[in-house]
C-alpha cells in the first residue's frame, strides 16, 4: 500500500471549462493523468486529492467528474482547494458519493483518516499573514482554515 498525491486536475467533464486554453501542455491532460494513475496507482493504494479537482459549480455538474476519478484505481481523499465551487457540506457531499456508488472517494474536511500507521489531515490552503496584499479578508479565511486545521488534527484520536 502506498500513498500518493495529486492536486490541480481541473476536471470538466460536465462544463465547458476546456483547459488547453491555458497552453499546449494542457492538451489531452485528462487522459495523460489517466494514463499515469493507472501505471502507478494499485486498488490498494490511497490517493490524496487536494484541491481543485473539477470547475462545476454545483455537486450535480461534477458527476462526471466524480465518475472518471471513481473509475480510477485506489481510494481517493478529497480536500477543499480554492476552485471548488461544487463544494457544500461533507454531509451533503457524502450523500452524493454514496448515492452515485463512487465508494473510493471520501472528503476531508474537519476530519481525518488513518492508512496504515499515517493519519491523513488537512485544510484548503490560504495567503499567509505578512505575504504582499494579504488583505482583512484574507486574514477571516486564514483564520477559519486555521480553526478546521486544528479540528482535522484533534479528530485522529477518533478518525474516520
Known amino acids: 500500500m502506498a ?4 492536486s490541480d486536475l481541473h476536471l470538466a467533464l460536465s462544463v465547458d471549462k476546456p ?37 462545476a459549480t454545483y455537486l450535480s455538474q461534477a458527476y462526471e467528474d466524480f465518475r472518471f476519478i471513481h473509475n480510477l484505481p485506489g481510494k481517493k481523499i478529497i480536500s477543499k482547494g480554492n476552485h471548488d465551487y461544487w463544494w457544500t457540506t461533507k454531509t451533503q457531499m457524502d450523500k452524493f458519493v454514496r448515492e452515485n456508488g463512487f465508494d473510493s472517494i471520501n472528503f476531508l474536511h474537519n476530519n481525518s483518516y488513518i492508512v496504515g500507521n499515517v493519519a491523513i489531515c488537512g485544510t484548503r490552503g490560504w495567503d499567509l499573514p505578512g505575504e504582499e496584499g494579504f488583505t482583512p479578508e484574507d486574514k477571516k479565511i486564514y483564520d477559519r482554515e486555521l480553526q478546521r486545521l486544528e479540528l482535522s488534527l484533534r479528530s485522529v484520536e477518533n478518525p474516520e
Open 3 to 6: 500513498i500518493y498525491a495529486i
Open 19 to 55: 483547459m488547453d486554453v491555458f497552453g499546449g501542455r494542457w492538451a489531452n491532460y485528462m487522459e495523460k493523468v489517466e494514463e499515469s494513475w493507472r501505471e502507478t496507482v494499485g486498488p490498494d493504494d490511497h490517493v490524496l486529492i487536494p484541491g481543485d479537482v473539477s470547475w
